[in-house]
């Protein structure tokens, strides 16, 4: 999803909420301090999204959800998700980072910082998530000490904790920068 796409569905979505202000979660966050990021490395076509001032308003977000006219016409949606929805570092909304301004009709995306994001995506761990994870250490959008750094900050299982271990330990081995 390219930038001009994220003001859209941003637009839209306080259109529709008449809230002034979304936290982004997932991919499409990279945006925040990389809005210029490869659409190679942004695939999705969902933007997630959650209402932080008014939690209950996000759910109206499934009118330019996944299956709505809006993605039928538009080919782009909003994912309406809580604030549970990623597993975070202590401390996630104090590194926030506001996107560049755009078109979004005077709604601000706060975007959950490039490690943040890596840290949720390792604990989801599904198969898109590890590629994901991996193409930000290779293109140097994520440090491996920055990433161990949060990740003693996140509340993890052992087991859990160790997967991620190795796959921060891999995303970062020689084999894997090249």
């Known amino acids: 999803m390219k930038k001009r796409q994220l003001d859209h569905v941003l637009r839209a979505a306080g259109q529709i909420t008449g809230e002034k202000k979304f936290i982004i979660f997932g991919s499409q966050a990279l945006h925040g301090k990389h809005p210029d990021v490869a659409d190679t490395i942004i695939k999705s076509a969902e933007v ?72 949720a995506k390792y604990s989801a761990s599904r198969e898109k998530d590890l590629i994901f994870t991996r193409e930000l250490a290779r293109r140097g959008v994520t440090s ?29 081995a020689p084999a894997a920068a090249g």
């Open 48 to 119: 997630d999204l959650f209402a932080p001032d008014q939690p209950d308003r996000t759910e109206w977000l499934v009118a330019i959800g996944v299956y709505s006219r809006f993605h039928e016409e538009f080919g782009y949606y909003a994912d309406p998700v809580s604030e549970d929805t990623a597993t975070l570092p202590k401390g996630w909304k104090g590194r926030l980072v506001k996107l560049t301004p755009g078109d979004t009709g005077g709604v601000l995306g706060l975007c959950l910082e490039p490690h943040d994001l890596a840290i």
């Open 144 to 172: 491996k000490e920055q990433l161990l750094t949060l990740l003693g900050q996140t509340k993890l299982g052992d087991e859990l904790r160790a997967k991620i271990l190795a796959r921060i330990a891999a995303d970062f």
